[in-house]
């Protein structure tokens, strides 16, 4: 392969286009330009957003290399890129394209924490020395390597510092205050606990009651930062195919074979996969530890008023709802705001209506809104909130990660190195601590899906009622 490799590219604004990626028969997603035939996939914000990127074939012949990574977003594409980094040879193979699912259909928020396990939650669950060295790992470590690969690489992907809590009872200002001591507990100070007045100054909304100013967190281009550490991995020698299903993973004496539909990739040395509710069936575990459910994302047209004047230090805010808002300003003035988490897939109309219900909530003083982008996007959610790392293989290592449970941009990069440096012996320690977290087993979790979530939201809604000043979050 050349080393005529292209970076991903920001464009000023965005180019409303049909969409290079196929979708599962799942997600979707909408655009408000009548120039994209109503037959076609429209792109989703953030590939509107960028300048056409390298399109690369899909495995043909029998291969052979190293390492094979299945799936080619955030994880697989920094383990892709911190093996190669190492010398290692490795093959990237994805389904569909680089960054065509959950990497490049997220939030692009970057807040401390592994999946829903924050501070307070390694506290309970391990000693003092294994809290800290997890939370660093997933705070400090996690914001500065994305930092560090987009100067080594040169990567422009709209990174900006900062994040916000916002407090909608008064109530979780005591569990806000308790988090942010177990971080400082913890050796990690970045945190800075404000009233209603003082975070007025931050977000001009009246909902609040105060929050939690996080000034390690920020925001981040998700699909920029993908394709920009696929990039990584190219300029190293790495090879990527994308449109290549992995239908087997089958380890036998000499290596791991990886059945495709043109060929077979043998692996001699190992494999990772990057495991999604596509994917899980190559698991070779018979452990459910996780069901899938639904979240949705909006970019409003270009605003009236000046997105400064909404947030004025540019911070990307979720708040302490049970159906969290979350939301940033984009380029060219406009508002990226999602919520909900749904176990059957809503469709577009309900959620355009739910979206700008739920900006008009929060700013008020927006005029004239209508909305540009809307889609959906499929994640997994284990039952304790924390990402289930695994380890397993007769002789070669096997490696899967999943159960985001809707966060971990940055986490999942840092992971990715953890893999490769377990993989060539550099730090087994961190994977290794990983691994050690116990997930429950959910049998028929995944059947069962549509049905559990919305009784689990109910009975957490009857909870937060009982309970308004205790955070509870879906």
């Not at 997220?106 to 391990?126: H, S, V």
């Not at 003082?198 to 699909?223: A, Q, R």
């Not at 020698?237 to 380890?251: H, K, P, W």
Request: charge should be negative.
């Amino acid at each position: 392969m050349s080393n005529n490799f292209l970076r991903p590219e920001l464009l000023g604004d965005v180019e409303f286009k049909t969409s290079d990626n196929s979708l599962n028969s799942k997600d979707w997603n909408w655009v408000s330009s009548p120039e994209i035939d109503p037959n076609e996939v429209p792109a989703n914000y953030y590939e509107s957003s960028l300048a056409p990127w390298h399109t690369f074939g899909s495995v043909e012949t029998d291969l052979e290399c190293d390492v094979v990574v299945i799936g080619a977003g955030l994880l697989g594409t920094s383990t892709a890129l911190h093996l190669a980094e190492h010398g290692v040879d490795t093959i990237l193979i994805d389904k569909d394209r680089v960054g065509s699912a959950a990497s490049g259909r997220n939030g692009g928020q970057l807040t401390p924490g592994l999946a829903r396990w924050e501070a307070a939650d390694m506290i309970k669950q391990f000693s003092y020395e294994e809290a800290k060295k997890l939370w660093h790992f997933t705070s400090v470590e996690s914001m500065q390597l994305i930092d560090d690969l987009a100067s080594r690489y040169a990567l422009n992907i709209d990174r900006k510092q900062g994040h916000i809590t916002a407090a909608v009872h008064a109530g979780h200002m005591l569990g806000l205050g308790e988090g942010s001591d177990a971080r400082k507990y913890l050796g990690e100070d970045h945190t800075q606990l404000v009233g209603k007045h003082e975070l007025y100054d931050y977000i001009k909304s009246d909902n609040y009651f105060g929050g939690v100013i996080d000034h390690l967190g920020g925001h981040v281009h998700p699909l920029a930062l993908t394709r920009g550490l696929a990039y990584g991995f190219l300029t190293h020698g790495g090879r990527i195919f994308e449109n290549t299903c992995a239908l087997s993973v089958d380890e036998q004496a000499d290596g791991v074979y990886i059945k495709t539909e043109q060929g077979v990739i043998k692996a001699k040395k190992g494999v990772v996969l990057a495991v999604h509710s596509s994917t899980f069936e190559l698991l070779k575990e018979n452990r459910q530890t996780t069901i899938p459910f639904y979240t949705y994302v909006g970019v409003t047209a270009p605003l009236d008023i000046d997105t400064k004047e909404l947030l004025p230090y540019d911070h990307p805010v979720y708040d302490t709802q049970l159906q969290i808002d979350y939301y940033r300003s984009v380029s060219k003035n406009r508002l990226l705001f999602g919520g909900q988490g749904t176990g059957t897939c809503w469709g577009k109309d309900q959620i355009l209506s739910y979206l700008q219900d739920r900006i008009g909530h929060v700013f008020p003083q927006i005029q004239n809104l209508s909305m540009d982008f809307a889609w959906s996007g499929t994640t997994d959610l284990t039952v304790n909130g924390a990402t289930d790392n695994r380890k397993s293989g007769d002789q070669f290592p096997i490696y899967a990660v999943h159960g985001w449970s809707g966060h971990g941009v940055a986490q999942t990069v840092r992971i990715g190195k953890a893999i490769a440096e377990d993989f060539v012996g550099k730090n087994t320690a961190d994977f290794s601590m990983l691994t050690q977290i116990q997930h429950t087993n959910i049998p028929f979790g995944r059947t069962f899906a549509p049905v559990a979530i919305p009784m689990a939201k109910c009975l957490l809604t009857i909870q937060a009622a009982i309970q308004p000043g205790k955070i509870l979050s879906f």
